[in-house]
């Protein structure tokens, strides 16, 4: 376990704690590597768990949203706990319980600010960058009723923890002679070949054509 | 949008209501394909969005822990969200703020039962086979004491609500005309090549052999 950031109550992993981490390296990895976190706040119906669109700027996470949703509201008022996780592979054990998989998650806790107008700009751009690098001087850019629809929140990186799990299966000793299969089934996120849009004449940038996988 | 189930006040989807759907097909397909749903729910220190190992069986969602854990005792005692996210892609638009995602997502709200004795075996078999479908018979099985240390958890389909983005992105009329590549970079979960555990000398079973993709 490498802690360079000291836990909190709620971020001191209990269980498989030697799967715990608070190194902000694996913790931006992790972000970097997503498209979208799951967001848990709640309200008078009770709690809500919704996934957004997210990119990282230096020690924070952002999201955005439009301005009249119930869930941006509620963001900017309580506490959230943010969850990003990666599933890397089935783990099949010798033994029905040694089951696993691998993954790498993050949970962090804490209060979403409001980004200010004038921060709005290149946050949003960082976005882009994060879904298409380069891409950002060859569409239209916002307009000033655009940009004043949309709210941009970020959390601090501040709170937070990641487990991971990687490698073969652990199987309990007396198990090891089964005659079961045991390894590990690789997951991992794919790129296909982009679709251009109908009626789309120009020719593909770099981005596009190096995105299949 | 196709609606076979009344929504209720939390399962209405409001923004882009087009994107919604409450058809139970939908939802178990968005389920199935899953291998981990984000199980939001409160403490005392707050709202925690935690990921959890999930299955389907008929019209439940089925999860399982270890009895002594914090997650497990709470969710017996409270109404919960469960959320599970697809991304399929990258939906790039001729201007900034039309960029979007193609995505499949579902959120359950309700509480989760504890399976009983009786009813734990079938549903933990039922787990495998959606891991590795013929496994079941070739692995130890657990035994009393792995199943006593074992709590699984359903939730009833019955409040649940899921939004799905597909197809090439929406611009502006006005925007049709700028020199901006557009269409949709496709992201899918892909399926690597098999890992023997070291010293597992038993052939690949049909269901590893077909594995990769």
């Not at 850019?141 to 299966?169: F, H, Q, W």
């Amino acid at each position: 376990m490498n802690t360079t950031t000291a836990p909190s109550t709620r971020t001191q992993v209990k269980r498989s704690a030697n799967r715990g981490s608070h190194d902000p390296a694996v913790l931006h990895a992790i972000i970097d590597a997503a498209w979208v976190c799951h967001t848990a706040f709640t309200d008078e119906h009770g709690v809500h768990c919704i996934p957004m669109a997210c990119w990282r700027l230096g020690d924070y996470l952002y999201i955005h949203g439009s301005n009249g949703s119930r869930m941006v509201r509620r963001l900017q008022e309580q506490d959230c706990c943010v969850t990003i996780t990666h599933v890397d592979g089935l783990v099949l054990a010798r033994s029905a319980f040694n089951h696993s998989m691998n993954y790498r998650s993050a949970v962090i806790y804490g209060r979403f600010e409001t980004v200010d107008e004038a921060g709005k700009r290149p946050a949003l751009e960082a976005f882009m960058e994060h879904l298409a690098p380069g891409r950002q001087g060859e569409v239209r850019p916002g307009n000033d009723k655009e940009y004043a629809a949309t709210t941009v929140l970020r959390i601090a990186l501040a709170e937070a923890a990641c487990k991971t799990r990687s490698g073969p299966p652990e199987d309990d000793e007396e198990d090891l002679h089964l005659p079961a299969w045991a390894g590990v089934l690789p997951l991992r996120e794919a790129r296909g070949a982009p679709v251009a849009d109908a009626g789309c004449g120009i020719a593909a940038p770099a981005y596009v054509q190096r995105w299949q996988d």
